[in-house]
């Protein structure tokens, strides 16, 4: 009786290891999400999720080829607004750890496509009132 207790113990806790391994080296590491589709505004919002007890040693968030943003000792989640100066450009984000986990995401935007006009309603006539009257036409 005693072994299968046993057995069963040493399995949950390898099982348990494992696991805990897997979480660990799954999603843990550096995470830049840009805006997906394109722009309404000329805003782009830009989410940071460094790993868990590895603060960001630097992140820089260029718009357009230009300087936007320069960030250090990030060791939460942050977001933040990028404004492009039309509703097209590229933004482009280099970051890296202190553990040496380094990311570069880069996205162009464009402006999204103009809604087409709603067609003028049609006028109806109400069962109450007659057709219009038709003259005209020709003879011969």
């Known amino acids: 009786m005693r072994r299968p207790v046993t057995a069963l113990i040493a399995l949950g806790a390898t099982l348990g290891v494992g696991a805990t391994a897997l979480a660990q080296s799954g999603e843990d590491r550096l995470s830049v999400d840009l805006q997906d589709g394109c722009l309404n505004r000329s805003r782009v919002v830009v989410r940071v999720t460094p790993p868990s007890g590895d603060p960001i040693s630097t992140l820089t968030v260029y718009a357009n080829g230009r300087k936007h943003?320069?960030?250090?000792?990030?060791?939460?989640?942050?977001?933040?607004?990028?404004?492009?100066?039309?509703?097209?450009?590229?933004?482009?984000?280099?970051?890296?750890?202190?553990?040496?986990?380094?990311v570069e995401r880069s996205r162009d935007y464009r402006p999204c496509a103009p809604t087409p006009p709603r067609p003028a309603p049609q006028r109806t006539t109400r069962p109450d009132e007659p057709e219009p009257a038709l003259s005209g036409g020709g003879e011969g």
């Open 69 to 102: 943003l320069e960030l250090s000792g990030l060791t939460g989640e942050a977001r933040m607004s990028v404004r492009l100066t039309s509703h097209q450009g590229r933004v482009t984000v280099n970051g890296e750890t202190v553990s040496g986990d380094v």
